[in-house]
């Protein structure tokens, strides 16, 4: 089933109507914080994976190295 522009119109003036505009943009706020912290989250968890990558040592014994 797909919802066309005005049953989706008429969605939005409904919970307009329920909710009010003060609520709606308070949770329109929390929803924008929650996506900038977990960016925030994903970005900082790359990081930390890219440091632990370049802090590792070559343990290849000298001996193995000379053979690739």
Known sequence: MQLGPW???IIAIV???????GK????MGEV????TAFK??????ANEIEKDVA??????PAADKEKV
């Open 40 to 45: 925030k989250g994903v970005n900082d968890g």
């Open 24 to 27: 709606i943009t308070n949770l």
């Open 15 to 21: 919970v307009l109507v329920l909710f009010g505009r």
């Open 32 to 35: 924008g914080k929650g996506i």
């Open 55 to 60: 802090a590792t040592k070559d343990v290849t």
């Open 7 to 9: 049953q989706i119109l």
